[in-house]
């Protein structure tokens, strides 16, 4: 299976909203399985469509063994508040504590279209809000005070001339070493 490009900080897709998938087709199902080769390739837990340059409102996720796929997710319930550190495929290399609920309740469709409702706390939970916040053009580096979202921007300029491109293309070596290495970029 092929490996999608994941696009980066400065890409517009990462800055456009989704949209709702009408149906779960064997087109869109194909997509996510392509998402999550390429989530595993790049070492992250999670991955959204518009990383990979998509406009479908979709993500995928795999964090402590739960592996999900949600088309039109939305966040029903969300309690709490809770710090950590965050990182995402599109900005590689760079992280920060992001504030976010301590609990979130999610629903949407699963990859066979089936009505799917999930809780998330710690990392998971973290993750579920990261991921819908790409599907709606939000980055982690959005929540941060404006000192630190310039060290942030700062660390990625850096970063960024890797990628003049403006997007990551993944190779099978790092595939491999997946299963080495565990990371919490998402
Ligand atoms: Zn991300």
Known sequence: MALLDIYVLGAPAL??????????????????????ETMHAARGI????P???????????EVDGRVVTLFNPEVVTA?????????????????AD????????VRGLG??????????????????????DHLHGRLFLDYLSPFKRRSALAKWEREKQKYPALRRALTVEAKDLAAQHH???L
Do not use: N, W
Request: aromatic share 4%; with cysteine.
């Open 15 to 36: 800055r456009q909203p989704t949209v709702a998938v009408r149906a779960v087709t064997d087109e869109l199902r194909a997509l996510a399985d392509q998402m999550h």
């Open 46 to 49: 999670g991955l959204a469509a």
């Open 51 to 61: 990383q990979v340059g998509r406009g479908e409102r979709l993500f995928v996720a």
């Open 79 to 95: 309690e709490g508040k809770a710090k950590g550190e965050e990182g995402c495929l599109s900005i590689p290399d760079v992280y």
């Open 98 to 105: 992001v504030e976010r609920a301590a609990r979130v309740v």
């Open 111 to 132: 990859r066979d279209g089936e009505a799917v409702e999930l809780e998330g706390t710690e990392l998971f939970g973290r993750c579920l809000q990261h991921e819908i």
């Open 183 to 185: 990371d919490e970029a």
